[in-house]
């Protein structure tokens, strides 16, 4: 079985302020095999979170994966993901609803996992990285 770990981060500077998305594919070994970083423009930091699961659920078919872990550090997403808290931001609930909608027509087995911030450190680079270097003048 050929499982993709998924790493992403959302930053936001401002909290809405500028914002940008961190994301690192690694193989079941642990390798790197993709990673992304790209500026949103103003968001809230859970608008961030999103937005980088959705950008890593567009990309994960060209690694034709058999199972999708995703990780974050965000305790939101992931239980929102699971079913295990509500969405009551409107803002929020349309993120959820297209990151569910990718989730079920991927129709890949997929898990996810809530990891400390020590473990998501690559993606969280990446995404502080994109406001660092672009000063988000988008």
Excluded: C
């Amino acid at each position: 079985m050929k499982i993709l770990n998924v790493y992403t981060d959302g930053a936001s500077r401002g909290n809405p302020g500028p914002a940008s998305i961190g994301i690192v594919f690694k193989d079941s070994a642990g390798k790197i095999i993709w990673e992304q970083q790209k500026e949103l423009g103003k968001a809230t930091n859970n608008e961030a979170e999103y937005q980088a699961l959705i950008y890593a659920m567009k990309n994960v078919r060209r690694h034709h994966p058999d199972k999708i872990i995703f990780h974050a550090d965000s305790e939101l997403i992931i239980k929102q993901m699971r079913g295990e808290y509500k969405i009551k931001n409107p803002g929020i609930q349309k993120l959820f609803l297209e990151a569910w909608n990718r989730k079920i027509d991927l129709k890949i087995e997929t898990e996810f996992i809530e990891v400390p911030r020590g473990q998501n450190k690559e993606a969280d680079a990446l995404a502080n990285k994109a406001l660092d270097q672009g000063k988000l003048g988008i």
